[in-house]
């Protein structure tokens, strides 16, 4: 998948705002982001946002997206419910370049709350920067939705 910068879907919980925001005002002119909130770091519910953005990376299999949250981990298990959908948590550079290599991730979720925020947007770069290689993960990729 040749990923497009321009449609880069984004949304965190409010553990994750301060980053969401910093990626995006970071990366301004690199990347534009369509932002589907929370827009303040008032307290909302993680799974409504990763449920958000999901959809969309499920109904339209070409676009990426980022998603935030403390730990990362429950925004990682509810967008991987979706079929098309394959989220990774990162942590580093290595970590996004074999999500992106050998799985075809289309979403990167980041934990606010472990992750530097130097580290994530070293993260959110090669993410985008690095293609899928195909070949023997393909056959690998295509038991994902076999498990039911």
Do not use: W
């Not at 959809?55 to 990682?76: A, E």
């Not at 990167?108 to 090669?126: H, M, N, T």
């Amino acid at each position: 998948m040749k990923v497009n910068v321009n449609d880069i879907l984004i949304a965190s919980d409010h553990a994750g705002f301060k980053l969401k925001k910093t990626l995006i005002e970071e990366l301004q002119g690199e990347i534009k982001f369509e932002d589907l909130g929370p827009f303040s770091e008032s307290s909302v519910d993680y799974p409504d946002y990763a449920r958000k953005l999901s959809k969309q990376i499920d109904l339209k299999k070409d676009l990426i997206g980022v998603l935030i949250c403390g730990s990362g981990i429950g925004m990682s298990m509810v967008a991987n419910r979706f079929k098309n959908v394959r989220a990774a948590l990162c942590m580093n550079n290595k970590m996004s370049i074999l999500a992106r290599q050998h799985n075809n991730a289309n979403i990167l979720v980041l934990g606010s709350r472990l992750i530097s925020e130097q580290e994530a947007i070293k993260c959110l770069l090669v993410f985008l920067k690095t293609n899928y290689e195909g070949g023997r993960h393909q056959a690998r990729l295509d038991k994902f939705n076999l498990v039911e």
